[in-house]
């Protein structure tokens, strides 16, 4: 059996307050020509479907006509709500869209029972256990000690009835220890929220989600399919794709990836101010990609993002590397404040903040400011 494992849409997604739903309904294009070429039986869709549990109406839009498509190629989707989704708004209308194929995780009650395909060499039976904090276990099994997310995930693990000798695939949203994370995840202090990869070994395949870099952990078959997109500047080197995976007779596993192409890149340049307008002429289409800048001028350049912009539509971010930059170290606490007045406090946090004093100009307009705000004397 043939299928596809994506995780993390974020639909209705903004990075760096710039939408992200255009970029996403192309991807969800490519993907669906993807599918009509390789002709899977079945897509699963590991969580976080949506970027926040109240999903503005062009996400929902986006998703609906994704499982129409879907149902209407006759393919099987499983779907299941991440840490950002709602359960109750992912389970809507659950029973109705099963009819159809599209296979929508409950609001966990302690219990997880299987759908099963059919294929040439039996049964694959499909778990849908949405993401769980311990406290969403613990009240279904007052009698257990659930004091971690790996107790959660066993003791939820365990009463799912796995038969050995059958195929089965767990499809889950939580951290297993020993995964890379990237900038744009949410993250519990501690690794609190770890989940030892253990917990899993009853399944032929885990597709999980939670995680935006595609990378397996500890086997092959217990794997984070990524984002179809990049999200955040520490993905710039990443690169997205659509997991695929062969089902064979039991105990034969074939991961594959199918690289994604994305309407716009994300991605960094670096340079001086100059050089990087000269660089524009030269970039082709790629000035429309999404960037993060770092200019490597040592002094500011005036308005630069509007500046760059007019070359670089799609700027994101814009960052100074000098030796200002390089040599802000972490604040140092001002000695004898509570004998110095606002406006030779706030001096001395401009000089740490930016490696030099204030000029004559700024400290006059400092001074006036808190003479302004009633602070400038004691």
Known sequence: MRFF???DLHLGKRVNEFPMLEDQEYILSQIMDIIDERQPRAVIIAGDVYDKSAPGADAVRLFDDFLYNLARREVDVFVISGNHDSPERIAFGARLMDRSGVHLSPVYDGRVSPVTLEDE???VRFFLLPFLKPANVRRFFPDAQIESYTDALRAAVAQMEIDPAERNVLVTHQFVTGAARCDSEDLFAGGLDNVDAA????FDYVALGHLHGAQSVGRPTLRYCGTPLKYS??????LKSVTQIELREKGSVEVETVPLVPRRDLRELRGSYEELTLKANYEGTAVDDYLRIVLTDERDVPDAA???RSV???LMKLDYDNARTRGAGRLRAAEGSERKSGPELFAEFYAQQNNQPMSEEQRRFCEALFQELGEGAR
């Open 306 to 308: 509007a500046r760059l």
């Open 312 to 314: 670089y539509p799609n």
């Open 233 to 238: 500047f520490s993905e710039k080197d990443q």
């Open 5 to 7: 494992h994506l995780s």
């Open 199 to 202: 917990a899993f070994d009853g």
């Open 121 to 123: 060499h039996g049964p």
